[in-house]
Protein backbone atom coordinates (compact mmCIF):
# COMPACT_ATOMS: atom_id res chain seq x y z
CA UNK A 1 0.00 0.00 0.00
CA UNK A 2 3.15 2.44 0.68
CA UNK A 3 4.19 2.02 -2.80
CA UNK A 4 1.07 2.60 -4.42
CA UNK A 5 0.78 5.58 -2.25
CA UNK A 6 4.13 6.97 -3.10
CA UNK A 7 2.80 6.34 -6.87
CA UNK A 8 -0.49 8.64 -6.34
CA UNK A 9 1.74 11.29 -4.62
CA UNK A 10 4.10 11.34 -7.48
CA UNK A 11 1.28 11.62 -10.41
CA UNK A 12 2.45 8.68 -12.06
CA UNK A 13 -1.01 7.22 -12.36
CA UNK A 14 -3.93 8.18 -14.75
CA UNK A 15 -7.21 7.94 -14.12
CA UNK A 16 -8.48 4.69 -14.68
CA UNK A 17 -5.78 3.37 -12.41
CA UNK A 18 -6.38 6.18 -9.54
CA UNK A 19 -9.72 5.15 -9.54
CA UNK A 20 -9.02 1.16 -9.57
CA UNK A 21 -6.59 1.75 -6.61
CA UNK A 22 -9.95 3.50 -4.79
CA UNK A 23 -11.65 0.26 -5.65
CA UNK A 24 -8.92 -1.68 -4.18
CA UNK A 25 -8.62 0.73 -0.94
CA UNK A 26 -12.93 -0.08 -0.92
CA UNK A 27 -12.28 -3.77 -1.08
CA UNK A 28 -9.70 -4.08 1.91
CA UNK A 29 -11.26 -2.51 4.15
CA UNK A 30 -11.90 -5.44 6.45
CA UNK A 31 -7.91 -6.47 5.93
CA UNK A 32 -5.82 -3.33 6.27
CA UNK A 33 -5.84 -0.58 8.93
CA UNK A 34 -8.99 2.52 8.08
CA UNK A 35 -6.66 5.41 8.34
CA UNK A 36 -4.37 3.82 5.82
CA UNK A 37 -7.14 3.20 3.56
CA UNK A 38 -8.52 5.94 4.06
CA UNK A 39 -5.42 8.22 2.86
CA UNK A 40 -4.81 6.70 0.05
CA UNK A 41 -8.72 6.75 -1.21
CA UNK A 42 -8.58 10.44 -0.30
CA UNK A 43 -5.44 11.02 -2.22
CA UNK A 44 -6.08 9.22 -5.23
CA UNK A 45 -9.80 10.59 -5.28
CA UNK A 46 -8.59 14.31 -5.39
CA UNK A 47 -6.14 13.59 -7.80
CA UNK A 48 -8.80 12.01 -9.80
CA UNK A 49 -10.78 14.87 -9.51
CA UNK A 50 -8.04 17.03 -11.64
CA UNK A 51 -6.93 14.33 -14.37
CA UNK A 52 -8.30 15.86 -17.46
CA UNK A 53 -8.33 12.35 -18.96
CA UNK A 54 -11.01 11.01 -16.54
CA UNK A 55 -14.15 9.86 -17.95
CA UNK A 56 -17.76 9.04 -16.24
CA UNK A 57 -16.93 5.52 -15.98
CA UNK A 58 -13.83 6.63 -13.62
CA UNK A 59 -15.64 8.85 -11.79
CA UNK A 60 -18.66 6.97 -10.84
CA UNK A 61 -16.77 3.69 -9.61
CA UNK A 62 -14.62 5.72 -7.74
CA UNK A 63 -17.74 7.73 -5.92
CA UNK A 64 -18.94 4.11 -5.36
CA UNK A 65 -15.70 3.15 -3.82
CA UNK A 66 -15.59 5.90 -1.45
CA UNK A 67 -19.60 4.73 -0.55
CA UNK A 68 -18.33 1.41 0.60
CA UNK A 69 -15.50 3.22 2.64
CA UNK A 70 -18.23 4.95 4.63
CA UNK A 71 -16.44 7.57 6.35
CA UNK A 72 -17.34 11.30 6.21
CA UNK A 73 -14.21 12.19 6.29
CA UNK A 74 -14.32 11.19 2.40
CA UNK A 75 -17.72 13.52 1.52
CA UNK A 76 -15.24 16.61 0.28
CA UNK A 77 -13.97 13.92 -1.86
CA UNK A 78 -17.26 12.88 -3.33
CA UNK A 79 -18.05 16.58 -4.08
CA UNK A 80 -14.91 17.38 -5.38
CA UNK A 81 -16.03 14.26 -7.76
CA UNK A 82 -19.29 15.16 -8.44
CA UNK A 83 -17.67 18.44 -10.29
CA UNK A 84 -15.82 16.40 -12.94
CA UNK A 85 -17.42 17.04 -16.38
CA UNK A 86 -18.62 14.08 -17.56
CA UNK A 87 -21.12 12.62 -19.94
CA UNK A 88 -22.73 10.52 -17.38
CA UNK A 89 -25.11 7.43 -17.92
CA UNK A 90 -28.08 5.78 -16.30
CA UNK A 91 -25.57 3.20 -14.37
CA UNK A 92 -22.94 6.10 -13.25
CA UNK A 93 -25.80 8.42 -12.17
CA UNK A 94 -27.25 5.64 -10.30
CA UNK A 95 -23.84 5.02 -8.88
CA UNK A 96 -23.14 8.84 -7.83
CA UNK A 97 -26.73 8.70 -6.39
CA UNK A 98 -26.04 5.77 -4.06
CA UNK A 99 -22.51 7.41 -2.96
CA UNK A 100 -24.23 10.64 -1.86
CA UNK A 101 -26.56 8.69 0.21
CA UNK A 102 -24.30 6.40 1.90
CA UNK A 103 -22.06 9.56 3.03
CA UNK A 104 -25.05 11.44 3.78
CA UNK A 105 -24.33 14.26 1.62
CA UNK A 106 -26.16 17.23 2.60
CA UNK A 107 -24.18 19.83 -0.12
CA UNK A 108 -27.12 22.15 -1.49
CA UNK A 109 -25.10 23.00 -4.50
CA UNK A 110 -23.93 19.67 -5.27
CA UNK A 111 -27.07 17.57 -5.12
CA UNK A 112 -28.78 20.37 -7.34
CA UNK A 113 -25.87 19.29 -9.91
CA UNK A 114 -26.45 15.61 -9.34
CA UNK A 115 -30.08 16.87 -9.93
CA UNK A 116 -29.64 18.11 -13.71
CA UNK A 117 -27.32 15.32 -14.65
CA UNK A 118 -30.38 12.71 -14.09
CA UNK A 119 -32.78 15.34 -16.15
CA UNK A 120 -30.57 14.83 -19.06
CA UNK A 121 -30.87 10.81 -19.31
CA UNK A 122 -33.85 9.68 -17.99
CA UNK A 123 -34.21 7.94 -21.01
CA UNK A 124 -31.29 5.65 -20.33
CA UNK A 125 -32.53 4.05 -17.07
CA UNK A 126 -33.21 0.36 -16.53
CA UNK A 127 -35.89 -0.48 -13.49
CA UNK A 128 -33.00 -1.18 -10.91
CA UNK A 129 -31.41 2.17 -11.75
CA UNK A 130 -34.63 4.02 -11.11
CA UNK A 131 -36.04 2.40 -8.16
CA UNK A 132 -31.98 2.61 -6.91
CA UNK A 133 -31.72 6.36 -7.07
CA UNK A 134 -35.52 6.85 -5.96
CA UNK A 135 -33.95 4.67 -2.80
CA UNK A 136 -30.69 7.04 -2.97
CA UNK A 137 -32.52 10.39 -2.89
CA UNK A 138 -35.24 9.03 -0.27
CA UNK A 139 -32.08 8.31 2.20
CA UNK A 140 -31.19 12.37 1.40
CA UNK A 141 -34.39 13.59 2.42
CA UNK A 142 -34.88 14.63 -1.52
CA UNK A 143 -38.91 15.16 -0.95
CA UNK A 144 -39.83 17.20 -3.75
CA UNK A 145 -38.42 18.48 -7.33
CA UNK A 146 -37.87 17.78 -11.21
CA UNK A 147 -35.59 14.56 -10.06
CA UNK A 148 -38.40 13.26 -8.02
CA UNK A 149 -41.62 13.94 -10.63
CA UNK A 150 -38.89 12.39 -12.89
CA UNK A 151 -38.15 9.19 -11.05
CA UNK A 152 -42.27 8.76 -10.59
CA UNK A 153 -43.25 9.26 -14.06
CA UNK A 154 -40.18 6.83 -15.34
CA UNK A 155 -41.92 4.33 -12.98
CA UNK A 156 -45.62 5.02 -14.14
CA UNK A 157 -44.50 4.56 -17.70
CA UNK A 158 -42.43 1.22 -16.96
CA UNK A 159 -44.11 0.14 -14.19
CA UNK A 160 -44.96 -3.56 -15.96
CA UNK A 161 -40.68 -3.55 -16.61
CA UNK A 162 -40.58 -3.75 -12.23
CA UNK A 163 -39.45 -7.03 -10.82
CA UNK A 164 -40.38 -7.18 -6.76
CA UNK A 165 -37.10 -5.87 -5.49
CA UNK A 166 -37.69 -3.11 -7.62
CA UNK A 167 -40.85 -2.37 -6.80
CA UNK A 168 -40.07 -3.15 -2.74
CA UNK A 169 -37.54 -0.03 -2.96
CA UNK A 170 -39.58 1.90 -5.13
CA UNK A 171 -42.36 1.44 -2.39
CA UNK A 172 -40.48 2.59 0.56
CA UNK A 173 -38.37 5.34 -1.00
CA UNK A 174 -41.52 7.25 -2.32
CA UNK A 175 -42.96 6.15 0.98
CA UNK A 176 -40.32 7.82 3.30
CA UNK A 177 -40.30 11.00 1.28
CA UNK A 178 -44.28 11.04 1.52
CA UNK A 179 -44.19 12.30 -1.67
CA UNK A 180 -45.84 9.74 -4.15
CA UNK A 181 -49.16 10.30 -6.24
CA UNK A 182 -52.10 8.05 -6.32
CA UNK A 183 -51.85 7.07 -9.74
CA UNK A 184 -48.59 5.47 -9.03
CA UNK A 185 -49.66 3.82 -5.51
CA UNK A 186 -52.37 2.84 -7.38
CA UNK A 187 -50.55 1.27 -9.99
CA UNK A 188 -48.15 -0.63 -7.69
CA UNK A 189 -50.75 -2.11 -6.07
CA UNK A 190 -52.65 -3.22 -9.00
CA UNK A 191 -49.12 -4.94 -10.23
CA UNK A 192 -48.71 -6.56 -6.83
CA UNK A 193 -52.39 -7.95 -6.83
CA UNK A 194 -52.53 -9.19 -10.13
CA UNK A 195 -48.95 -10.63 -10.16
CA UNK A 196 -48.38 -11.95 -6.61
CA UNK A 197 -48.42 -15.71 -7.61
CA UNK A 198 -45.17 -14.80 -9.88
CA UNK A 199 -43.68 -12.72 -7.31
CA UNK A 200 -40.93 -13.69 -4.51
CA UNK A 201 -40.87 -11.25 -2.27
CA UNK A 202 -38.24 -11.28 0.93
CA UNK A 203 -39.73 -10.53 4.17
CA UNK A 204 -37.82 -7.01 4.07
CA UNK A 205 -39.96 -6.61 0.75
CA UNK A 206 -42.82 -6.69 2.21
CA UNK A 207 -42.37 -4.73 4.75
CA UNK A 208 -41.49 -2.09 2.41
CA UNK A 209 -44.08 -2.13 0.92
Known sequence: LSFVGEAVQQGTLDARELSSV????SRLRERAR?????????????????????????????????????????????????RVKCQFGAVD??????????????DAQCLALLER???????????????????SFAKMSVRHGPSMGGLELQALSRLGEFGPH??????????????VGIELLSSMASRIVNHAHNMSLTPQGLSNL
Open 34 to 82: EETLLLLAKQSANALALRTDANAQDIANAALSLGRLGHPELLSCLKALL
Open 93 to 106: LAQLAWACAVLKFQ
Open 117 to 135: KLQSSWGEFSPLAVSSIAW
Open 166 to 179: ELANLGWSFATVSS
Open 22 to 25: ILAA
